[in-house]
């Protein structure tokens, strides 16, 4: 959008996790030189951002493999933030452990449980006790704290890096797609000019409470040849009769197509929402055509 502030070559950008998290690690990937700062969080990470401490917020919002998260679409209709970008990280779990170490002394493997989940295939391999921790990067903090050779860690190469430990084994994970998608934030709307190939728009939205309102909203994408990438719903303050829709679609509200679909979304909904325009990753084109 003309006249829209532009990202700033650095700055602070918050995430949610401890040091050497994967949200960490996609901060260092997608902003190289810029600071991060760890929030205990979501809710901290948007403050930070919402209060000027932070630049930016990275903050997960669904994985390939565990599905949504479901703390963003909680707290990020209320945020008085701006979504401007998009970043996927591909997430490679390391078998970590203290230096001198060998997997052949490993008992107990501590890590997230999302994680642990993606890593039966070693757990039985190799015989290990399972250990349920509060983050990846604080599994690791924990392993390199009682510095024995019995207890292993499943993190991040950045997290081994961070607190002085050693790569026992790469990419532990049972799937090899296994990716988190995170929405970037910001104080300020950053939008890409109109008729910009490749632009993400996200909408929050909720429709009437008559029949056949959904069907209308989403026919208004597919008459205006609008495509949609995700539609997710969940409940309102506990009422199996009030849902709300995110949408994510591609296009810029300014393109006449996308226009006209939010036009009919507006009419056909009790509130509407743009939460964000902005450029989509292009991990998007790569993985649309194998790459």
Not at 5 to 32: H, K, N
Not at 66 to 80: E, K, N, W
Request: negative net charge; contains cysteine.
């Amino acid at each position: 959008m003309s006249g829209a502030p532009a990202i700033p070559p650095t700055g602070i950008i918050a995430f949610q996790g401890r040091p050497g998290a994967y949200s960490d690690l996609a901060c260092r990937q997608a902003f190289p030189g810029w600071i991060t700062l760890p929030c205990e969080t979501f809710a901290d990470a948007i403050a930070a951002v919402h209060d000027g401490r932070a630049d930016l917020g990275m903050l997960a919002c669904e994985n390939s493999l565990a599905g949504r998260v479901p703390d963003i679409h909680a707290l990020l209709p209320q945020a008085g933030l701006n979504i401007v970008g998009e970043h996927f990280q591909r997430v490679e779990h390391c078998l970590l452990g203290v230096p001198g170490s060998t997997i052949a002394q490993a008992r107990r493997v501590h890590t997230h449980p999302v994680a642990m989940g993606q890593i039966r295939g070693v757990i039985e391999t190799l015989n290990l006790t399972p250990v349920v921790e509060f983050d990846t990067a604080g599994a690791a903090e924990l392993v390199a704290r009682w510095n024995n050779p019995e207890d292993v860690a499943v993190a991040s190469a950045l997290a081994a890096e961070l607190n002085g430990l050693v790569v026992l084994r790469h990419n532990v994970e049972d799937a090899a797609h296994n990716t988190t998608r995170f929405y970037i934030t910001s104080r300020d709307a950053i939008r890409p000019p109109a008729g910009q190939k490749g632009t993400v728009t996200t909408v929050l939205f909720r429709v009437r409470n008559t029949a056949g309102a959904l069907y209308k909203v989403l026919g208004g994408f597919a008459t205006n040849g609008v495509n949609m990438t995700r539609l997710e719903s969940y409940m309102l303050d506990g009422s199996f009769a009030a849902t709300q829709f995110l949408l994510d679609v591609e296009g810029h509200p300014e393109d006449k197509p996308l226009g006209r679909a939010l036009a009919e979304l507006a009419f056909f909904s009790e509130t509407s929402a743009i939460l964000g325009v902005y450029p989509g990753s292009p991990f998007r084109e790569d993985a649309a055509s194998g790459r």
